[in-house]
Nanobody, 125 residues
Framework: RIQLTESGGGSVQAGGSLRLSCGVV??????MAWFRQAPGNEREPVAT???????????DAVKDRFTISYDDHDDRNNTAYLEMRNLKPADTAMYYC?????????????????WGQGTQVTVSS
């Protein structure tokens, strides 16, 4: 069974930074993604990374502020990260990690069979 374990959410003031982590087992070629959902809104993609070639994509609202990355140097601790800088109140949401074992990637939530439990990010003005 594939498990995704998220951590790193919290509360910060506008302009602050947070780093989210998503542990995934086992080691494989993954399309990893971060989505977010604010109350009353649809779940939306934030960023994706294809671990086989490192190609990243970002939604326009987070470009130049967020960075997705993947570390698989340890077979037991393969981890996707979302580094978030210059956070804004509009970034407040529950953030979810998603994964699919594939050599292609997508920002469509339906593409991903595996999801983390979510971690809350709250940005105050």
């Amino acid at each position: 069974r594939i498990q995704l374990t998220e951590s790193g959410g919290g509360s910060v003031q506008a302009g602050g930074s947070l780093r989210l982590s998503c542990g995934v087992v086992p080691r494989a070629a993954w399309c990893m993604a971060w989505f977010r959902q604010a109350p009353g809104n649809e779940r939306e993609p934030v960023a994706t990374i294809l671990t086989s070639n490192g190609v990243e994509t970002y939604v326009d609202a987070v470009k130049d502020r967020f960075t997705i990355s993947y570390d698989d140097h340890d077979d037991r601790n393969n981890t996707a990260y979302l580094e978030m800088r210059n956070l804004k109140p509009a970034d407040t949401a529950m953030y979810y990690c998603a994964a699919r074992s594939d050599y292609h990637c997508s920002s469509d939530a339906a593409f991903f069979p595996f999801w983390g439990q979510g971690t809350q990010v709250t940005v105050s003005s």
